[in-house]
């Protein structure tokens, strides 16, 4: 990508003039060219002096900043506006907490397309003392951006990170930009829904750094699983066809704790229109587990409270049990592969055109692969994820062959390699 | 793993390729058992011990035992499916050691590979009584001889750290050759920026006497043969044993402002005489890190030859271990440890002792049972003192402020022992300076 695109950062902010202030200092050490990138700053309900502190600064930054003020509280809504003020051809969506590296928008502009969406790596950065839980979310959020990174991820709608993040003018417009009707959270996962649908491809870009200054702990991170609950309904509303992941695990009494699911399902939804005193004592009960450094416990807690925030939101917005029940009728859990989906017989060679054919089947009714003959897995189709590619089903193969596969199969693969198998005692012993 | 070597004969170690396995392994003449490695490529999938008749091992015993190997061979075969190039981490290999000339004489011919492959090795003599492991390390002119004056298994480690600049440092016993590509097999693990440590496979070099084979029974670095991944997660953080040990493993230099360094009170050559790497460990999982088991990443590690020398490593076991449990229960304020430092000890120590009281099948030596048990029982006065005497070290004049319990992100190596600066000595470069006090 020649330096001779204009780049538009928007950042919204709220009430953070200090990290705003270190984010735009930032933004002047990159390597990407100053005049070949504008910034603005949506101040969104701030009551402190953002729009004056970025007027000041504006003299001494070596790229043009524009700082607009509005007051919807919405994430979204700012960003939509700061791009009614934008000139770029891309837009580079920044959180005013991620505080990038000089190569940050080279980067960004390197992995760039017309049809494509960048994610950055935000990697977090821990507070003086940090607790339990921010210890276990720098994990999450490292563990996520390295699965997007694995040769054959398959990106979905919820790895659509807005808050480092670009594509082209183009084709944010062309998806008609964030849904500000969806106000609590979660707007940046629909707008990856409607990304995906126009056919826009994800991709990840290791290099494109911002460190992530985001203190969230245990009590904020539940309001916002609250949220999540509540976006996920109405996202269901609006793609009525995701409802059937979206609940995913809603059935699942197989995991280890299914039966507490339900039950934990069943008082958040019986419990909705009285006061919340259930997460406080949860909350109180973690707290004193950290305190005595009972790992188990606490997560078994965390895990817990996470469930029943969740359901309490979606409880909130949907109204009741009969009403969710009837939702998971219209779009039944649990996606079946079709007796008619395509198997691929992950160890012999096909045609391109041939796999292709088949790829394009699989979408709509799953996948199914084999090796050697033997039928090992299927993919049921999935909507809200990125078409199937060959080399997903090589990663799913992959990952499934580590712990689930039987090693007959791997004896059956050891004997290609010219070793003597017809004395090996164990063809047939275990099976799948 | 079936054996019982109460007898003084050696057992032979021979490696066997998966692909040979119909052929016997011959030329086992004069050994009563043997320890077959079983091979597929560069990694180990397996151990077994056999006997030995007629001076072989017949290739039908080698088949009984193939099924314990298939699981590793096929996570091999899958991992090499998958593998796209990476680019490693810049490396420093640290050996420390201290009067243990003759066993790094063995060692440093394969570690001058590395160095010749553009791979830094330091060794660090660890407050020597003479003067000939530097000479030996003056004939290699690769590889850099640093000379530590304060005694202190982690407080060489410590320095090693501050004598390099790469981004993951490795530490191999003197004691200890590596297997080709042991190196990469460790580095690997590295792209992923949650690891922080990185532990590797240790197998006896040597199975001649009984006190070696006692110990690789009872105590062997073997934590098996497929990959694992630890975090505060899914292990026990107070539980490291079964992460690896120090004889073997990489750490990465970034993460050790947050996790602090090798903490110098614990470990050989203090009174605590282990434990500093099991402690290093905790700390990396309590503050959210990773630690990678990878088995591939081999070394030949050659156990104490006499009894005396096996009795007095398993006391050192138990007090290294109840030393640095003291410590995490009273700074680390891990107060489950209250709950499975008691339970351990009647499970473990206790339960041990008695078996051998009792002379049940496979029990231990009743020397060697009361030796870690006794340990178990002063450890944690031995952390106390130990500590007592780091303190009193450390308002020595000259000597660095530095207690591996403490954060210390920025490597006061300037103040660091009755040497020059760090700076001075070239670490990348052809010969350190040799300094021999």
């Known amino acids: 990508m020649s330096q001779t695109h204009l780049v538009s950062v928007i950042i919204p902010t709220h009430n953070r003039s200090q990290m705003l202030a270190r984010h735009l200092l930032a933004l002047s050490r990159q390597t990407w060219p100053e005049e070949k990138f504008e910034v603005v700053v949506i101040a969104d309900d701030c009551q402190d002096e953002t729009a004056d502190m970025v007027t000041m600064l504006s003299s001494q930054l070596p790229f043009n900043v524009q700082c607009l003020s509005h007051s919807a509280r919405s994430a979204s809504a700012s960003r939509n506006l700061g791009t009614t003020h934008a000139h770029g051809e891309y837009y580079l969506f920044l959180d005013d907490d991620v505080l990038p590296e000089p190569g940050l928008i080279t980067a960004h502009l390197r992995a760039s397309g017309e049809n494509r969406v960048v994610m950055g790596h935000s990697r977090p950065v821990l507070p003086e003392k940090p607790s339990f839980w921010q210890y276990s979310a720098r994990l999450w959020w490292e563990d996520t951006f390295r699965a997007m990174r694995m040769p054959g991820y398959r990106f979905r709608y919820r790895d659509f990170f807005s808050g480092n993040l670009s594509m082209t003018a183009a084709l944010f417009h062309r998806v008609g930009g964030f849904d500000t009707t969806i106000r609590v959270r979660l707007e940046d996962y629909e707008l990856g829904i409607r990304l995906l649908k126009a056919g826009a491809e994800f991709c990840f870009e290791p290099e494109a750094v911002g460190h992530h200054y985001d203190f969230t702990d245990l009590r904020t991170w539940l309001q916002r699983v609250y949220k999540e609950g509540i976006a996920d309904i109405q996202i269901g509303q609006r793609h009525p066809e995701l409802r059937c992941i979206l609940f995913a695990d809603y059935e699942d009494v197989r995991a280890d704790w299914g039966r507490l699911k339900r039950l934990i399902r069943k008082v958040a939804f019986s419990w909705v229109q009285r006061r919340d005193r259930i997460t406080s004592i949860g909350v109180r009960l973690a707290e004193i587990c950290e305190l005595l450094r009972l790992r188990g416990p606490w997560l078994h807690i965390i895990g817990a409270l996470r469930e029943y925030n969740y359901w309490r939101g979606a409880a909130w917005r949907i109204g009741g049990y009969a009403e969710l029940a009837s939702w998971i009728q219209e779009a039944p859990i649990a996606p079946t592969v079709g007796v008619d989906a395509p198997l691929f017989h992950l160890d012999q060679p096909e045609s391109l055109e041939e796999r292709q054919t088949k790829l394009e089947l699989a979408q709509r009714v799953g996948a199914r692969a084999a090796w050697q003959g033997k039928e090992l897995f299927s993919i049921p189709p999935l909507p809200g994820y990125e078409p199937l590619r060959y080399d997903h089903l090589l990663a799913v193969f992959r990952q499934e062959a580590r712990r689930n596969f039987i090693p007959p199969l791997a004896l059956s693969l050891i004997q290609r390699k010219d070793l003597d198998l017809s004395v090996w005692p164990f063809n047939s012993q275990t099976s799948i | ?437």
């Not at chain 2, 016993?173 to 949650?194: C, S, T, V, Y």
């Not at chain 2, 029974?217 to 991944?229: A, K, L, V, Y």
């Not at chain 2, 403490?406 to 300076?433: C, F, N, R, W």
Request: charged fraction near 20%; charge should be neutral; proline fraction near 5%.
């Open chain 2, 1 to 437: 793993m079936s054996a019982n070597p109460n007898n003084s004969t050696g057992v032979a170690i021979q490696q066997v390729f998966i692909e040979h396995l119909n052929k016997d392994v011959l030329e086992l003449e004069g050994f009563r058992r043997a320890l077959i490695v079983f091979r597929h490529k560069d990694a180990v999938v397996g151990t077994a011990w056999f006997p030995v008749v007629n001076g072989k091992v017949t290739a039908t015993q080698l088949q009984s035992m193939v099924s314990k190997v298939a699981w590793p061979v096929w996570q091999q075969i899958v991992a090499e499916m998958g593998k796209q190039p990476i680019q490693l981490p810049t490396v420093t290999v640290v050996v420390c050691t201290r009067d243990r000339t003759n066993d790094l004489a063995v060692s440093l011919p394969e570690l001058a590979k590395l160095a010749d492959r553009g791979r830094p090795v330091l060794v660090v003599d660890n407050c020597p009584a003479d003067d000939s492991t530097a000479r030996l390390v003056a004939g290699y002119p690769g590889i850099t001889y640093i000379y530590e004056p304060r005694a202190g298994l982690d407080i060489a480690r410590n320095r090693g750290i501050q004598e390099s600049t790469s981004e993951v440092v490795a530490f191999i016993d003197d004691d200890a050759i590596p297997d080709e590509g042991w190196l990469d097999a460790l580095l690997n693990h590295f792209d992923d920026p949650m690891v922080a440590v990185v532990t590797g496979l240790t197998l006896p070099l040597e199975l001649e006497t009984r006190a070696q084979q006692w110990f690789e029974i009872t105590n062997g670095f073997n934590r098996g043969f497929e990959q694992r991944s630890f975090d505060s997660t899914c292990v026990s953080v107070v539980g490291t044993g079964q992460v690896g040990a120090g004889v073997n493993m990489a750490v990465r230099r970034s993460a050790l402002g947050e996790i602090g360094y090798f903490d110098e009170a614990l470990d050989g050559g203090t009174p605590t005489l282990s434990g500093g790497d099991q402690e290093f460990f905790y700390r990396a999982l309590a503050h959210g890190y990773r630690i990678i088991y990878e088995p591939r990443a081999l070394v030949w590690h050659k156990h104490r030859r006499e009894w005396k020398a096996l009795r007095q490593t398993i006391f050192g076991y138990g007090v290294g271990l109840y030393a640095w449990w003291s410590k995490t229960l009273f700074v680390g304020k891990e107060f489950t440890l209250l709950y499975w430092a008691t339970l351990w000890f009647i499970q473990h120590h206790l339960g041990n002792l008695l078996r051998s009281v009792l002379r049940r099948p496979g029990c231990a030596p009743l020397d060697l049972a009361w030796a870690e048990m006794w340990g178990a029982v002063i450890g944690p006065y031995r952390y106390l003192r130990s500590r007592r005497a780091q303190q009193q070290s450390r308002l020595a004049p000259g000597v660095g402020d530095r207690t591996g319990d403490l954060i210390l992100p920025t490597a006061d190596s300037e103040t660091v022992g009755s040497k020059p600066p760090a700076s001075t000595v070239s670490v990348h470069g052809i010969q350190g300076g040799v300094e021999v006090p």
